[in-house]
Antibody, heavy 117, light 108 residues
Framework: QVTLRESGPALVKPTQTLTVTCTFS??????????VTWIRQPPGKALEWLAR???????FYNTSLKTRLTISKDTSKNQVVLTMTNMDPVDTATYYC?????????WGQGTLVTVSS | EIVLTQSPGTLSLSPGERATLSCRTS???????LAWYQQKPGQAPRLLIY???SRATGIPDRFSGSGSGTDFTLTISRLEPEDFAVYYC?????????FGPGTKVDIK
């Protein structure tokens, strides 16, 4: 059974760095063809793809946010970590991780991150 | 970057009716790389269709996807009460993903 769970702070201050962690089970990110993707969704708005990490450690980022994002994996812990620097109130959103390279076949329940002073 | 446009923004229908949702891309997309998701309030999105027309695991056959090039369609043959939700299309191109703005299907 594939499961993913996001964790991170519920509240961050403007200019701070956000770190969210995706802990997964039921698959291994060492297997060829496996990927984990981060997507976010501001309240009442559409989904926005953020980043993806692949089994071979290739990393891909949203063009508009590339300078602020870093994705990494710890295969021994079955975790993928996303950091986003210089947080702003417009970054308030639910942050999801999903398994899949070209589409999200399995999703976590998401974690709401609010950016406010 | 490929931009996705979904229409209509809102679709008001009754249970039992047929729903036809449109997704247009600003450039031609390989059919292998077009997906559709359903999202209900307070829930994560659920993959319905990938590869433009392949149903994901456990998805009822009343959901079907079609299209190619820049025009794609999600059809729900007969709406069930649990189908009223927001639907997003998503494409994968040149290693990057983008989502459409969504279509809300609500009860008439």
């Amino acid at each position: 059974q594939v499961t993913l769970r996001e964790s991170g702070p519920a509240l961050v201050k403007p200019t701070q760095t956000l770190t969210v962690t995706c802990t997964f089970s039921g698959f291994s990110l060492t297997v060829s063809g496996m990927c984990v993707t981060w997507i976010r969704q501001p309240p009442g708005k559409a989904l926005e793809w953020l980043a993806r990490i692949e089994w071979d450690d290739d990393k891909f980022y949203n063009t508009s946010l590339k300078t602020r994002l870093t994705i990494s994996k710890d295969t021994s812990k079955n975790q993928v970590v996303l950091t986003m620097t210089n947080m702003d109130p417009v970054d308030t959103a639910t942050y999801y991780c999903a398994r899949g390279c070209k589409a999200g076949h399995y999703w976590g329940q998401g974690t709401l991150v609010t950016v406010s002073s | 970057e490929i931009v996705l446009t979904q229409s209509p923004g809102t679709l008001s229908l009754s249970p039992g009716e047929r729903a036809t949702l449109s997704c247009r891309t600003s450039q031609s997309v390989s059919s292998n790389y077009l997906a559709w998701y359903q999202q209900k309030p307070g829930q994560a999105p659920r993959l319905l269709i990938y590869g433009a027309s392949s149903r994901a695991t456990g998805i009822p056959d009343r959901f079907s996807g079609s299209g190619s090039g820049t025009d794609f369609t999600l059809t729900i043959s007969r709406l069930e009460p649990e189908d009223f939700a927001v639907y997003y299309c998503q494409q994968y191109d040149n290693s990057l993903l983008t989502f459409g703005p969504g279509t809300k299907v609500d009860i008439k």
